[in-house]
C-alpha cells in the first residue's frame, strides 16, 4: 500500500559526496516520521538519520556533521545528503517511512529496497 523508491547511490572516493533520495507513494494520509538506515556486509543494520514531521532530527554519531537529512513533505520525499564520505560509510543505505494510511487510520512501516554505496579508499 506504501512503496519506497530510493535513488542516488553509487561508487565514490573518499572525501567525495553523493545525495539519496526517497519517495513515497501509495494510500498515504499523512507520514511522520522518514529516516535512513544502513547495512555494511556482515553487520546488523543501523541507524544513519531520522527525521520528524515537524523538521527534528536525529544523527548517529558517526555521520554528525558530514550528513544532512532533509524532507519535501510536499512530494512525501526524504533526501540524504552525504559528504566527506568515508570507506566506512561503504554499506546498503534503505529507507524507512512511518505515517497513517487513508483507509481506516491504520498506520504503515515502509522500508524501500536499498541503494548501494560504495566508498573508495
Known amino acids: 500500500q506504501v512503496q519506497l523508491v530510493e535513488s542516488g547511490g553509487g561508487l565514490v572516493q573518499a572525501g567525495g559526496s553523493l545525495r539519496l533520495s526517497c519517495a513515497a507513494s501509495g494510500s498515504i494520509f499523512s507520514i511522520n516520521a522518514m529516516g535512513w538506515y544502513r547495512q555494511a556486509p556482515g553487520k546488523q543494520r543501523e541507524l544513519v538519520a531520522t527525521i520528524t514531521s515537524g523538521g527534528n532530527t536525529n544523527y548517529a554519531d558517526s555521520v554528525k556533521g558530514r550528513f544532512t537529512i532533509s524532507r519535501d513533505n510536499a512530494k512525501n520525499t526524504v533526501y540524504l545528503q552525504m559528504n566527506s564520505l568515508k570507506p566506512e560509510d561503504t554499506a546498503v543505505y534503505y529507507c524507512?517511512?512511518?505515517?497513517?494510511?487513508?483507509?481506516?487510520?491504520?498506520?504503515?512501516?515502509?522500508w524501500g529496497q536499498g541503494t548501494l554505496v560504495t566508498v573508495s579508499s
Open positions: 524507512n517511512t512511518r505515517g497513517t494510511l487513508r483507509y481506516f487510520g491504520a498506520q504503515f512501516d515502509s
